[in-house]
């Protein structure tokens, strides 16, 4: 009976934690959140990996304002084209800079935020 009941315990606890795998990104955890619009276009950028695939991303220098609406610029790269006047939380790490973004309604930013980006 106690090995049943291990072995239940051990699966709740593996399962529990695929789930969280899956649920959690890690790229936000500790993060600052800062927001910023799109304004233009983002300058395209290309790399080769070690098999000579060119890959392309874009990169944008944006500001960014956190929730009292202290700004910073913030650079950050997309696999795409983003959508012009997207507005977006950046989750900023001091040692990594933007590790993830997020789209977002203008209404789900802080006031202070939304107040200094474009209208």
Do not use: C, H, W
């Amino acid at each position: 009976m106690k090995k049943l009941i291990g072995f239940i315990v051990a699966i709740v606890i593996i399962v529990g934690g695929l789930v969280i795998l899956q649920n959690v990104n890690f790229n936000r955890v500790g993060a600052e959140q800062y927001y910023t619009q799109i304004t233009g276009e983002g300058t395209m950028l290309k790399d080769k990996d070690d098999n000579g695939k060119t890959y392309v991303s874009y990169e944008y220098k944006l500001p960014a304002f956190d929730k009292d609406g202290k700004a910073k610029t913030l650079t950050f790269t997309a696999q795409k084209q983003l959508r012009k006047n997207a507005y977006l939380t950046l989750f900023e790490k001091a040692d990594k800079g933007v590790t993830s973004y997020q789209e977002v309604k203008k209404g789900d930013i802080p006031k202070k935020a939304n107040e200094k980006l474009v209208k």
